[in-house]
């Protein structure tokens, strides 16, 4: 694959030429660094020489290896230099966080002058993007923002615009919020899975009472349900009739009829 190379202003070359150029012998008087694998070594060299002819693309591709390969504090931050000025913001600012959060104090002027152009980057990509605070719910499972996974607990940077925040349970529960930032804004976002229904009500059975009596007020569904399942439908019981409601009742006028009503009385209508 051919690697692309980022077109700049000579003034702007030359800027940012020597702020990668100094960035790898500082980095290499730190104290006490870890010790290197041959393959390691070899790709930091090529890293160097890509960055002094300012192909950023490949640059970060190896520093990008080279922190698969061996994690460092060290290739966090020139990850996010590199994805700084190639306009990785995101990326930039989640690598420039953790860049400045683990680099140790500053000892000497070299250091200091280190320190203070990485934490001016995060400054200067933080009001471009927005930052998300999450709260997930217990018993949370994934976290998901826009689809991607992300970690409970640490700062989530986005673009400026609407985003979706996902919570999926261990039971299977859902919580979403959708969120609207601008750039330069931090917002929490707390997330809540909804109270399940009881089993009872779920099943269509009325609930029971301390001791199992069902309450008045329940629904009857699940005498329905009941009543169904066991091949019969239950009829309203039938009054049987009496000698007097068999029969309409003459009267002089003609007029008066006996009929029966529900209980099986004589009226006349």
């Given at each position: 694959m051919r690697a692309s190379v980022l077109r700049v202003h000579p003034r702007q070359a030359a800027a940012l030429a020597l702020v990668l150029a100094s960035a790898f012998p500082v980095q290499a008087a730190a104290a006490a660094p870890p010790p290197r694998s041959r393959e390691v070594h070899e790709l930091i060299e090529e890293a160097e020489k890509a960055a002094k002819r300012l192909d950023l693309a490949?640059?970060?591709?190896l520093w990008a290896r080279?922190?698969?390969?061996?994690?460092?504090?060290?290739?966090?931050?020139?990850?996010?230099?590199f994805d700084l000025r190639l306009g990785r913001l995101e990326e930039a600012a989640a690598e420039l966080s953790t860049c400045?959060?683990?680099?140790?104090?500053?000892?000497?002027?070299?250091?200091?002058?280190?320190?203070?152009?990485?934490?001016?980057?995060l400054a200067a990509v933080r009001q471009r993007v927005a930052e998300l605070h999450v709260s997930a719910p217990p018993g949370t499972a994934r976290l998901l923002v826009d689809g991607r996974e992300v970690s409970a607990g640490r700062p989530v940077f986005v673009a400026p615009g609407q985003h979706e925040v996902t919570a999926t349970g261990k039971q299977g529960q859902v919580a979403r919020?959708?969120?609207?930032?601008?750039?330069g804004q931090s917002r929490r976002v707390a997330l809540a899975f909804e109270a399940r229904r009881p089993p009872a009500l779920q099943r269509g059975r009325a609930p029971r009472g301390p001791s199992g009596v069902r309450?008045?007020?329940a629904p009857r569904m699940g005498?329905?349900?009941?009543?169904?399942?066991?091949?019969?439908?239950?009829?309203?019981p039938r009054t049987a009739a009496t000698p007097e409601c068999r029969a309409p009742d003459s009267s002089p006028s003609g007029l008066a009829v006996?009929?029966?009503d529900r209980r099986g009385a004589s009226r006349s209508w």
């Open positions: 490949r640059a970060r591709e080279i922190n698969e390969l061996e994690p460092s504090t060290m290739a966090v931050c020139q990850l996010g230099v400045v959060a683990q680099m140790p104090a500053p000892t000497s002027d070299i250091e200091r002058r280190r320190y203070e152009v990485r934490r001016a980057d919020a959708l969120v609207k930032v601008t750039a309450f008045r007020n005498q329905e349900l009941r009543r169904r399942r066991a091949g019969r439908r239950e009829l309203p006996a009929r029966c």
